[in-house]
């Protein structure tokens, strides 16, 4: 595993998108914080295939 690229967004309504980039393949995590716990809850994955 390398090459991991992390890319996160701070959005609407405390929302966070993260982008992983492996391979050529985008994967995105739009996370939520949980009551201002630094801990994520991953509410939805996105992966999409660059080809």
């Known amino acids: 595993m ?3 690229t992390y890319i996160i967004f ?7 998108q ?4 492996f391979k050529n393949t985008k994967v995105f995590l ?3 914080p ?3 716990n630094l801990r994520t809850h991953i509410t939805h994955l996105q992966v999409s295939l660059n080809t």
């Open 34 to 36: 949980i009551l201002g």
């Open 2 to 4: 390398k090459n991991f």
């Open 30 to 32: 739009w996370c939520t």
């Open 18 to 21: 993260v982008a992983t980039t």
């Open 10 to 16: 701070l959005g609407k309504h405390h929302t966070y």
